[in-house]
């Protein structure tokens, strides 16, 4: 079973920046990380939908929602078996619980995942990230 982690949330003051990173692990024999068609990060409040982030394919084509587009930049190292969401800039209204989320058989493109999170089949446990005014 594929397990994701997340690290790298806590609390920083507006206009700041975190690093969140997702460690994978649990492949069946043969996959990894480079085995997945999307990797991406969304955030959920509780009682709350999935609010879209970013996303990235095994080619490395990002796509990014519109309230975060230019201040945060998705990346993947599939040597590592991680990925990651680099943030910068960030707004009282980013603050939130991040999850990291990963998918093996939907092929479509990463604004797809970003439009449509719960199409990941796997998420961590998530994070939180707080920025105060």
């Known amino acids: 079973q594929v397990q994701l982690l997340e690290s790298g949330g806590g609390s920083v003051q507006a206009g700041g920046s975190l690093r969140l990173s997702c460690a994978a692990s649990g492949f069946a024999s043969g996959f990894a990380l480079r085995d997945t068609t999307s990797l991406g990060w969304f955030r959920q409040a509780p009682g709350k939908e999935r609010v879209g982030i970013a996303a990235?394919?095994?080619?490395?084509?990002?796509s990014y929602s519109d309230a975060v587009k230019g201040r945060f930049t998705i990346s993947r190292d599939d040597a590592k078996n991680t990925f990651n969401l680099e943030m910068s800039n960030l707004k009282p209204e980013d603050t939130d619980m991040y999850y990291c989320a990963a998918e093996f058989d939907i092929h479509l493109r990463p604004a797809y995942f970003v439009v449509n999170p719960s199409a990941f089949s796997y998420r961590g446990q998530g994070t939180q990230v707080t920025v105060a005014s």
């Open positions: 990235i394919d095994g080619d490395g084509r990002t």
